[in-house]
RNA sequence: GCGAAAGUGGCGGAAUGGGAGACGCGCGAGACUUAGGAUCUCGUGGCUUCGGCCGUGGGGGUUCGAGUCCCCCCUUUCGCACCA
């Protein structure tokens, strides 16, 4: 369709003109004097993208204009904005899709970031160009690596055999938070387990920190309580039990306290219930398995492990909850009651969490009750519940509160009581202590693949692990034609003999490179530091302009990285902090966690056939009217439900609002009951978007929009101009040009102010006040603003309908709220 | 199982303890047009004997008044999931 008249709306026209406009007025472009000399300086972030072969899925259009329009919103109200944008390249996801497509990661990346930024171009975002960062781009990841060897030098990254979870499909290990399910979060393979050397950042240092500061960051509810959970504080007690000689005379207790290798530590939230510790249960990959088994229990306690380890995550964690396990033939003693118990292993215990060993007290754990009911070990009650006694028979494990009962000295005692006095006990027969214990595990950053940047490590005979002196950054990552994984363990990079060939940097002789890659979090877990300073190439980040921009204000993304990303940035800027880097121990004050969206009420997948693809809708409709209605679908933080036709809302109220200023009338008197509503509309939108509460406040420019056109009447000028500054955020476009045409020669983003609103313009002199009878809505009055009760009073009384229901009826009491409403509460 | 959030018209969704359903889609009637996914006007929760009555997942409670607060239950979604 020809748009000849420029009297009609044409998007793609508006859009185009204005997109060019932008670029070459360097509208979104800071330099670097303007981001040293910023007033009011605003670092607005969102998620970086993975660019994949497919396009900006409609869930990144989201969070972007979403961010998008609060950026654009604080800058109309006079802050500096820094919206950076940039690539998040590296990783598995990428490397699969370039050995399915038979292409090379390093020509699929820059046709893809090619087609990313023509689409984040065209949804008009207020990108800052000149910053962006790609995370393959040697220059980036120089200093990933230079990061890797600041933890490395503080010690914070080290080298250990680990258990860790190998993939078979994608042939590489993954991190725990990668395990969804026992399966690969990727390819859904189940997970098997190995053995590697793998380097691990120690996160788990400052589990209590992480935790600690969420008390005090501006984040979603839903992203804090995620942490919280991840992180996984327990309060509780380590107790050792000594091991039973092979003779099995007894050992007294505390003679053996000292001696860490015939111990078996475990940790316990209920050492109040040590008395009915019966057995106990090491995970199958517990190291003292080996020495404590028995001759004649090895054959069994051998297969046992071998079939738990082969099908390891797996089955153990999604199967089957069925308890089982072998008899090791060792025995240790309780610490508490001296007796004998055996060791079994099983694998419903977990090497990864606490010491990996048990103790096992049936009657008060249900899956140590179903695993003694399973093999016949004794079950004894150590706590009576409220009308329980010490006998009562347990059907299943007691797990509430109650008495202590079978232990000892401590009958009688409420548990919470016994706990301290039991521990105390212990404590002094060095048999136990107070001990803390998180879930959270240290971040195993090493993968066996290609796409990543090389972990910058030399292996020496001589020196061993040695690091890559910093004025040798970036170890670049080669082109290699094979980068197909195997499952030998290492990474392909491990077949280019010329590349890992080298010198130790520390003797000078012969040396091997690391041939392990870093996980892909790393990279993602200091972009924004980057952001501001990508035209530094002799520094990962400014200390000047860092100190002025840094931390980010809001940061915008989707609650899929609430505990990932997240709580790598955290760590990682935790860590810099700590080595003086920064100045700052969070990066991201605000966070708010965008929606999703869903399409017809379903899921959106690939497989279903019905995603959103964004062009043709851009193409047809628009930008600006893609955006608005993505913003009007429903609460941004929570996301909503696209349906095809609704756009047509957000169609038709541009076609309005763009006829509405251009048929407007210039001479005309601003109504006064739509000058009432502009006040009002101000302070909501304003208000709302402050707190990214999009489609409220877009339903209230409509409201308004209504209210101006109001039984077809021509708009003001000064009735759409402040409309046309709100709607701004959300169509930059559409309003650059209208603002155009009202005569400003600037850009809107640069010329104009927010409206303010005047709270005494925005009352009427009236106010409509319900009237109720019994809490009933009878009728509806108009009293004058500040009228004085009983003028109210009466004035409700004397309605038609009101009256009817207060005829012959006893009135009670009244309650009136001024300027709401008035309440009879009458009797029959 | 644990944790979090949420249940409101045909649909997406609005409602500081005070007029339930704003705004929009869809639908109905009409206007202007050579034409139009344009634009404009009016209507649109259910029932109704046209007086009203009933309505926010179900059941209790607090209150003059509850979608909103409290208790119990049901359902859905998401996260974690043998975490000792």
Same mark, same amino acid.
């Given at each position: 369709?020809?748009?000849e008249?420029?009297?009609d709306?044409?998007? =793609? ?5 204005w997109?060019?406009?932008?670029e070459?007025?360097g509208?979104?472009?800071?330099t670097?004097? /303007?981001l040293r000399? @910023?007033e009011?300086?605003? &670092?607005n ?11 900006l899925?409609?869930?990144? #259009? &989201?969070?972007f +204009?979403?961010?998008?329009v ?15 944008i ?9 490397e699969n899709? @370039?050995?399915?497509q038979g292409?090379h990661?390093?020509d699929?990346?820059? $046709? ?5 930024t023509?689409?984040?171009k065209?949804?008009?975002g207020?990108?800052?160009w ?9 220059? &980036? ?7 890797f ?12 055999e ?10 590489t290990v993954?991190?725990?938070?990668q ?5 690969c ?5 189940p ?5 590697? $050397?793998?380097?691990f950042?120690r996160i +788990?240092d400052?589990?209590q920190?992480?935790?600690?500061n969420l008390?005090w960051?501006?984040?979603?509810e ?7 959970n991840? #992180? ?10 000594p ?8 050992? !007294?207790?505390?003679?053996?306290a ?6 078996i530590?475990v940790f316990?939230?209920r050492?109040?219930t040590?008395f ?13 398995v ?5 001759p ?5 306690v051998?297969e046992?492990?071998d079939?738990?380890?082969a099908?390891d995550?797996? $089955?153990?964690?999604?199967e ?10 060792a025995?240790?003693?309780n ?12 694998d ?15 009657g008060h754990?249900q899956?140590?009750f179903?695993?003694a009911f399973a093999?016949g070990?004794?079950i004894?009650?150590?706590v009576a519940?409220?009308?329980e006694g010490?006998?009562?028979p347990?059907?299943?494990a007691?797990e509430?509160p109650g008495t202590l009962v079978h232990?000892?000295?401590?009958d ?21 202590e ?5 879930r959270l595990?240290d971040?195993?950053i090493?993968?066996?693949?290609y796409?990543?940047?090389p972990?910058?490590i030399?292996?020496c005979?001589q020196?061993?692990?040695v690091?890559v ?20 363990g290492?990474? !392909?990079?491990?077949r280019?003999?010329s590349?890992?060939r ?8 012969e040396?091997r490179r690391e ?5 892909t979090?790393?990279?993602?877990s200091?972009?924004f530091l ?16 860092t100190a ?5 204000? +809001?940061y915008?993304g989707?609650?899929e990285?609430?505990?990932l990303?997240?709580?790598?940035s955290r ?13 700052f121990? *969070? ?5 708010r ?5 869903t ?10 056939g ?7 809708? #851009?193409?047809?409709?628009?930008a600006?009217t893609?955006?608005l209605y993505?913003?009007?679908i429903g609460?941004?933080e929570?996301?909503?439900?696209y349906?095809?036709e ?9 076609h309005?609002?763009?006829? =509405?200023v ?5 001479g005309?008197a601003?109504?006064p009951e ?9 302070? /909501?939108?304003t ?7 999009y489609?409220?406040?877009?339903a209230?420019?409509? *409201?308004y929009?209504n209210a101006?056109?109001a ?24 309003a650059?040009?209208?603002?155009e045409?009202?005569g400003?020669? *600037? =850009? ?10 005047d709270?005494?313009k @925005? ?5 409509p ?9 009878r ?20 309605d038609e ?6 005829d ?21």
């Open positions: 369709m020809d748009n008249d420029p009297k709306y044409s998007p =793609s026209a508006v859009e185009r003109k997109q060019q406009r932008w070459e007025r509208t979104n472009r800071f670097r004097e /303007q000399r @910023a009011a300086p605003f &670092y972030l969102m998620m970086f993208p993975y660019p994949s072969a497919e396009g899925h409609v869930g990144n #259009i &989201y969070a +204009t979403g961010a998008d609060h950026g654009r919103f604080r800058r109309l109200r006079g802050e500096q904005v820094f919206e950076p940039g690539f998040d390249a590296f990783g598995i996801h990428s899709f @370039a050995l399915k292409v990661p390093m699929l990346i820059p $046709a893809n970031i090619k087609n990313f023509r689409q984040l065209r949804i008009g207020m990108f800052d000149a910053h962006a960062a790609d995370t393959t781009d040697p220059a &980036y990841y120089r200093w990933t690596q230079w990061i060897i600041q933890l490395f030098k503080a010690g914070l990254a080290e080298r250990k680990a258990p860790v979870n190998w993939c078979p499909s994608c042939k993954l991190a725990n938070e395990v969804i399910a026992g399966a979060e990727r390819c859904e393979t997970v098997e387990q190995r053995r590697i $050397a793998q380097w950042f +788990t400052f589990a920190r992480l935790l600690d008390e960051l501006d984040w979603s839903t992203t804090r309580t995620a942490q919280q991840w #992180i996984g504080r327990s309060e509780g007690a380590e107790l050792r039990f091991l039973q000689p092979r003779g099995g005379e007894r050992v !007294p207790r505390s003679a053996e000292g001696r860490d290798w015939d111990i530590r316990t939230t050492p109040d040590v009915g510790a019966t057995y106990m249960v090491l995970a199958p990959e517990h190291p003292l080996d020495e404590l088994t028995m004649e229990h090895r054959a069994a051998d046992y492990r079939r738990s380890v099908k995550l797996v $089955a153990r964690k999604i089957t909850k069925e308890k089982t396990g072998v008899f090791t033939g025995c240790c003693i610490p508490a009651t001296d007796e004998p118990i055996p060791v079994w292993i099983a419903y215990v977990l090497l990864e969490y606490g010491t990996g060993a048990i103790m096992a007290v049936p754990d899956r140590d179903d695993f093999f070990l004794p004894r009650r150590v519940g409220p009308e010490p006998d009562t347990l059907a299943e007691w509430g232990s000892g000295k401590f009688g005692l409420h548990v919470l009581e016994g706990k301290r006095r039991i521990v105390d006990w212990l404590a002094m027969h060095g048999l136990a107070w001990r803390i214990n998180y595990h971040w195993c090493s993968r066996q693949r796409w990543g940047p972990i910058p030399v292996h005979e020196c061993g692990a690091p002196p910093e004025d040798q950054l970036p170890v670049v990552l080669p082109r290699v034609e094979n980068f197909k994984p195997d499952d030998t290492v990474s !392909p990079l491990a280019d003999e590349w890992h080298t010198s130790c940097p520390s003797c000078g002789g040396a041939t392990d890659v870093s996980d979090f790393l990279d993602s200091w972009y980057r952001y501001p300073s990508t035209d530094f190439d002799d520094r990962p980040f400014d200390p000047e302009i002025k921009w840094l931390p980010v204000d +809001t915008i989707g609650n990285h609430a505990v990303h997240l709580m790598y760590f990682l800027n935790m860590v810099l902090h700590d080595l003086g880097h920064l100045s121990e *969070e990066p991201f004050t605000k966070f966690a965008h929606g999703l969206i399409r017809e009420g379903a899921k959106m997948s690939k497989s279903k019905n995603v959103i693809v964004p062009d043709p809708i #851009i193409e047809e409709n628009g600006d893609f955006r993505l913003m009007f609460p941004f929570e996301g909503g439900d349906r095809d609704g756009i047509q809302g957000p169609y038709g109220f541009l309005r609002l763009w006829n =509405s251009v048929f407007r009338e210039d005309a601003t109504d739509v000058e009432r509503k502009l006040h009002r509309t101000i302070e /909501q939108v208000e709302q978007l402050a707190e990214l509460q489609n409220t406040a877009i209230a420019l409509m *409201e929009l101006v056109r039984g077809g009447r021509k708009a003001a000028r000064g009735e759409v101009e402040p409309l046309i500054v709100m709607i701004a955020p959300f169509c930059p476009h559409v650059e040009e209208l603002w045409q009202l400003h020669a *600037e =850009s809107i983003f640069e010329g104009a102010n927010w409206p303010t609103w709270e005494a @925005a009352r009427s002199d009236w106010v006040i319900a009237v109720q009878v019994n809490g009933k809505l009728g509806t009055v108009t009293a004058d603003r500040g009228a004085p009760r009983e003028a109210v009073e009466e004035l409700a009384r004397s309908n009101v009256a009817r229901y207060l012959g009826a006893e009135v009670r009491r009244v309650v009136y709220v001024p300027e709401r409403l008035v309440n009879f509460v009458v009797s029959s």
